[in-house]
């Protein structure tokens, strides 16, 4: 599926890029409804370490083994341990999630924005064309498919858990994967 609203996506992408405050993507986004209407609420959430789009697709973020390894390596000041766009994509390789088309799609239902290669942004399908997801450092937000920023992409995939690899043990497998986890643990996590 290919995205719409150009011109309220490349608005989205100015409001929320790194030289924007935090405190200043709520006012801009309201103040972009006067000229470009949208659906975008801000919902309720902590801004805390390891909290993004992908964490909160993938229903991690609710983990504590999540939190406290977001938490450490916010500490360490590294910058892979974590729900990424690889995290993601290996999801799409193993027996975790089933594509599905648009038209079977239901609330619980993850969408990926971007090339299947590497993922940009997910979401939680909520109900039809209507989404809740994680902005980069930004919000959550409850939005129609579409009103997210540009950088995101312009193809979305529909999937749905298989419920055969919990997402949390997927992460675990995910992060042990990795050459210097060991090493992380017993500096970090020891």
Sequence with gaps: MSAAN?????????????????????????????KTPHNIVQQTAAHAPGFNCFAYAFGLWDQRS???????????GENRFFASSAYARG?????ALDRVCRRDSRAGDIVLY???????????????????????????????????????GHTVRFCRPTGRVSFDMAF???????????????????
């Design 66 to 76: 999540y939190r406290q390894i977001a938490a450490a390596e916010h500490v360490a």
């Design 91 to 95: 999801l799409l390789h193993r027996d």
């Design 114 to 152: 971007g090339p299947e290669e590497q993922p940009l942004h997910a979401a939680r399908l909520v109900e039809a064309q209507h989404v809740q997801s994680k902005w980069g450092r930004g919000h959550l937000y409850s939005h129609a498919l579409w009103e997210v920023p540009a950088r995101y």
């Design 6 to 34: 150009s011109d309220l996506r490349a608005a989205l992408d100015a409001i929320t890029n790194d030289t924007v405050l935090l405190k200043d993507h709520l006012p801009r986004i309201a103040a972009l409804a006067r």
């Design 172 to 190: 675990d497998q995910f992060v042990q994967s990795d050459p210097d986890w060991s090493n992380f643990v017993a500096t970090f996590l020891g």
